[in-house]
């Protein structure tokens, strides 16, 4: 059975830094595009990150572009985020998803991490 | 990266079909045949239910559908049920290796 378990959300001020880990199993993760969507609060999704199965692409939205750095460790099938410079706009559910094929669908989705950042 | 846009609601009664757009451009919609669909209950996790504009997951059934013409794509659902009830999302692979989602759709079964 596929599972994407999220952690490393929090409370967190704004200037701060976060680093979010997405565990996987059930699946190959090598052989896998991975990406992070995240969720405000009452909003809709936004993707944030994806990266190539052995880490050598990586591409973001420009709202985190500068700020945000996504890594894998494929020996131990995991997925990170780290977040700096954190803004108030970027309190949110995060959630990993495992893309079908380059450019597919999300299939399989953790059950999200909130990262709150507030004074 | 624009979100695709949404009705922000639609409602029908049990049994009825009902239809939900979603408005790219020619930068996502329009370009790529790579806009999937997705369904979520309050608090949990997005879940797929159409790939590839009109393909069905496994499971999923087949009262879900897709469909797309130019920058629009559209999902239908038939004979709507409330289990239905929910927020759906469209979601379009927007080049670069990257995507762009919909504003969201929250579905009422009256």
């Known amino acids: 059975e596929v599972q994407l378990v999220e952690s490393g959300g929090g409370l967190v001020q704004p200037g701060e830094s976060l680093r979010l880990s997405c565990a996987a199993s059930?699946?190959?993760?090598?052989?896998?595009?991975m990406s992070w969507v995240r969720q405000a609060p009452g909003k809709g999704l936004e993707w944030v990150a994806n990266i190539r199965q052995d880490g050598s692409e990586k591409y973001y939205v420009d709202s985190v572009k500068g700020r945000f750095t996504i890594s894998r460790d494929n020996a131990k099938n995991s997925l990170y985020l780290h977040m700096n410079s954190l803004r108030a706009e970027d309190t949110a559910v995060y959630y990993c998803?495992?893309?079908?094929?380059?450019?597919?669908?999300?299939?399989?989705w953790g059950q999200g991490t909130l990262v709150t950042v507030s004074s | 990266q624009s979100a695709l846009t949404q009705p922000a609601s639609v409602s029908g009664s049990p049994g009825q079909s009902i239809t939900i757009s979603c408005t790219g451009t020619s930068s996502d919609v329009g370009t790529y045949n790579l806009v999937s669909w997705y369904q979520q209950h309050p608090g949990k996790a997005p879940k797929l239910m159409i790939y590839?504009?009109?393909k069905r997951p496994s499971g999923v059934s087949n009262r879900f559908s897709g469909s797309k013409s130019g920058n629009t794509a559209s999902l239908t659902i038939s004979g709507l049920q409330a289990e239905d009830e929910a927020d759906y999302y469209c979601?379009?692979?927007?080049?670069?290796?990257?995507?762009?989602f919909g504003t969201g759709t929250k579905v009422t079964v009256l």
């Open positions: 590839e504009v009109s």
């Open positions: 059930g699946f190959t993760f090598s052989s896998y595009w």
């Open positions: 979601c379009s692979y927007a080049g670069s290796s990257t995507y762009v």
């Open positions: 998803a495992r893309a079908w094929f380059h450019g597919g669908p999300f299939d399989y």
